[in-house]
């Protein structure tokens, strides 16, 4: 009998483990992982990337600091699919298309690639002294903007013109530090008061000021030839939002995904798809009907090199989002499943992980669930499932154990997520830590993997430290060296996922068409699947984190149990 569809997919970045895709390699030979995992979601920074740990793609191509295409050649051998990246609604400042336009300006031929604000808007809004245009305020009161102020970049074409273009995401601008040689040469002027404004000019550019701002004292006569100079040298770094009406967008499309094909995947996440198409009036997040117009159509894309898709999305549970994708026929993501289990063992109660199993099963909605991932504990999607109140107390709770809390604008309501390792939101309990792993291998969906909690990996507050401001996300994202997995690898709590993993990877009652069955009564739960005559068992006790997995075969007999008992 074949193994089962929906076997467990590891997630790591390509440096997560050792420092290469490779040394990840030399841990999954090993005999301890044999048959444990069926799938491997590499993160984005596997391509050539710049900003946000692989998110901001310059190009698909490897990165041959992590990557080379023996690797893959390699998983493949292992028989271990890929899940990929691909970032439909922007790319980097540096990709190639970006790059031709500043260099080219409106003789490039990617002037359309990106969206031009101005171009968008025309006709709908005020020029402002700026130079760009305000929208008419009724145009923009549904949209959603992730940062202060409007979603625009201005930037310099090789003419002297500025021209804004939407990025939703990352930016920065960076100017050239002169030296006093610099300006001898740019402002016509003599050594020592080149240097003198060069000192000058650099402490407060190091201080965040822009050219504009600049105090510039006795040089003050100086000011256009060096804002002039300062300006022609400016770079960017950042997310540029496609124009998904240009036939060049379409083309890359396209090719990204034969090339992630060609790299050996079976699925495709769609990054921050639902924020790429815009109108005038209309949300930019999720627009109805664009936004589903969008996914057929790169559907279309993808059935022909063989990809599933699997759109990411956050947003409440009361909102149904998960089971309208489900209804067009895609694989969405349990976002519900971590908040769930931390809830169901701070009330000692299963109840709530029953109902939204008998929901999926019930649906028929095929899901991918997780414990921990690279961005955090998703809490704020239980809105509709849990109430207000019982949402901040869980991140009142992870908070207490450790956690960061990200907020969108300032607002408590807009929290999305709580940065945490999963074991340490457990409150570093290796008991809790292999129940909940139980608990998400038999919960419906194809369970997937985050290293760090394989390994039961605590808060890395020295990576949030070193990473300054914003760098709350890696709290969850360590870098182990291979002697420090050796070590883990020892520790029970690890050694019993990995019996609980191949368990689920390899037993054949496991699968998305299976039978389940699931009951609780107070602090108890029980889940069974069941195929051709097979039947996989989990009896759990969310007051002690006791519990018991048994697989029976067609005979009857008992081929695999797992124990977990405590006497608390």
Not at 542 to 554: E, H, N
Request: hydrophobic letters at 40%; one cysteine or more; a negative charge.
């Amino acid at each position: 009998m074949r193994a089962n569809d929906n076997g467990p997919m590891l997630n790591a970045y390509p440096d997560s483990v050792g420092g290469t895709l490779k040394d990840m390699i030399t841990f999954l030979k090993r005999p301890e992982l044999k048959d444990v995992f069926q799938s491997f979601y590499i993160l984005p920074s596997i391509f050539n990337t710049d900003l946000d740990r692989g998110f901001s793609v310059i190009d698909y191509g490897l990165n041959e600091l992590f990557a080379e295409g023996g690797d893959l050649e390699e998983l493949k051998s292992l028989g271990i699919d890929l899940k990929l990246d691909f970032v439909l609604n922007h790319a980097s400042v540096l990709s190639p298309q970006f790059q031709d336009i500043l260099k080219n300006g409106e003789n490039s031929v990617y002037k359309d690639f990106f969206i031009n604000w101005n171009k968008f808007w025309e006709n709908h809004g005020e020029m402002t002294e700026e130079g760009y245009i305000q929208p008419d305020p009724d145009l923009i009161q549904h949209m959603f903007f992730r940062k202060p102020g409007l979603p625009i970049l201005m930037v310099r074409m090789p003419d002297g013109g500025s021209v804004p273009y939407w990025n939703t995401f990352y930016q920065e601008v960076r100017y050239p530090r002169p030296g006093a040689q610099d300006l001898m040469s740019a402002l016509g002027m003599q050594y020592k008061a080149a240097e003198q404004l060069a000192g000058l000019v650099n402490v407060q550019l190091d201080e965040g000021r822009k050219p504009s701002e600049l105090e510039l004292g006795r040089y003050e006569g100086r000011r256009e030839a060096l804002t002039e100079y300062l300006e022609a040298g400016r770079r960017y770094l950042g997310q540029m939002d496609l124009n998904i009406r240009s036939p060049l967008v379409w083309e890359y499309y396209d090719r990204t995904l034969e090339t992630l094909a060609g790299y050996g995947a079976g699925i495709v996440r769609l990054d921050a798809f639902a924020y790429a198409p815009k109108e005038p009036g209309e949300k930019n997040f999720l627009n109805d009907p664009g936004t589903w117009d969008l996914l057929e159509r790169v559907r279309r894309l993808a059935d022909q090199y063989g990809l599933m898709l699997l759109p990411e999305i956050h947003a409440g549970y009361g909102e149904k989002i998960y089971e309208l994708l489900a209804k067009k026929g895609y694989m969405t993501y349990d976002f519900f499943l971590p908040g769930l289990i931390i809830d169901a063992f701070e009330r000692k109660d299963g109840g709530r992980l029953a109902a939204w199993a008998r929901e999926l099963t019930d649906s028929g909605i095929r899901v991918v669930n997780m414990l921990g991932c690279h961005d955090g504990i998703p809490l704020l999607d239980l809105k509709g499932m849990l109430t207000d109140e019982e949402i901040s107390r869980l991140i009142d709770i992870v908070v207490s154990r450790g956690g960061y809390v990200k907020n969108l604008h300032g607002q408590k309501n807009m929290y999305y997520q709580v940065n945490a390792t999963y074991y340490s939101a457990l409150g570093e309990d290796d008991g809790r830590m292999v129940l909940a792993r139980a608990l998400q291998l038999f919960m419906p969906g194809k369970p997937q993997v985050w290293y760090l909690d394989l390994f039961a990996g605590s808060n890395d507050y020295e990576a949030v430290k070193k990473a300054g401001a914003g760098g709350h996300k890696e709290i969850n994202r360590t870098n182990l060296p291979l002697e420090q997995i050796e070590a883990r690898m020892a520790l029970p709590v690890v050694q019993e996922q990995i019996r609980l993993l191949r368990f689920r990877n390899t037993f054949p009652a496991f699968g998305f068409n299976s039978e389940f069955t699931v009951k609780h009564q107070n602090s108890g739960i029980w889940m069974c699947w069941s195929r051709e005559g097979y039947r996989a068992e989990l009896t759990a006790d969310l007051s002690d984190a006791g519990f018991t997995v048994q697989g029976i075969g067609p005979d009857g007999r008992v081929s695999f149990v797992q124990q977990q008992i405590f006497d608390r």
